[in-house]
Structure formats: structure tokens, C-alpha cells
């Protein structure tokens, strides 16, 4: 119950991009998850996949790629291969790892 009032705020946050206020309470729920439950359930997925687009939209690249690549294979597990979210989760990381080579070679 604690990681859902958390996610919500911290999903109000991200909705009004307050971003660095949103970012301890993505690693809190995430934490709270991983201890919860098995660190390949969906609820894991999703925390990781929800910090990783804070991490995303502050411009910390290696932070999102990281959290996206450990979120990719818990919600391709329970959401499917063709899944919206997934898709999506799959152009962030991409993206994020463009950013990263590209802020390396500069």
C-alpha cells in the first residue's frame, strides 16, 4: 500500500515534469517491489521501467539505459512481445543508448 501512494505521487510528479522530486520515490517503490517480490515480477518491471523515463527525461542516459535494461526482459515477460508498453520501453532504451554513445563521442 505504501509503494501505490508512492507511485502516485511520484506519477503526479512526473506529470507536472518535477522530475528530481519524482526520481527518490521511483527508487523507493522499486526498492519496496524488489523486496516484495521476486525480482523478475511485474510489478519490478514496472518500478524499473518507471525510473528508468525519470532517469530518461533528466537526461541521465546510462541511469535509463540500465533501468530499461532490466526491465525489458520482466515486461516482455508478462505483458507480451507486442505489447504497447513494451514497444515503447524498447524505443526508450533505444533512445537512451543512442544518447549515451552519442554524449561518449563528444
Known amino acids: 500500500q505504501t509503494a501505490e501512494y508512492l507511485n502516485n505521487l511520484a506519477g503526479l510528479y512526473y506529470a507536472q515534469r518535477r522530475y528530481t522530486e519524482a ?25 524499473a521501467q518507471n ?12 541511469l535509463a539505459a540500465m533501468c530499461y535494461a532490466r526491465a525489458l526482459p520482466i515486461r516482455i515477460a508478462s505483458c507480451g512481445e507486442g505489447h504497447p508498453d513494451v514497444r515503447a520501453l524498447k524505443e526508450n532504451d533505444k533512445t537512451a543508448r ?9
Do not use: T
Open 98 to 106: 543512442r544518447m549515451l554513445d552519442e554524449s561518449r563521442a563528444s
Open 23 to 47: 526520481e527518490p520515490l521511483c527508487v523507493q517503490i522499486l526498492q519496496i517491489y524488489f523486496k516484495m517480490q521476486r525480482e523478475e515480477n511485474a510489478l519490478v518491471g514496472l518500478a
Open 51 to 62: 525510473l528508468g523515463m525519470v532517469y530518461h527525461c533528466q537526461g541521465k542516459w546510462a
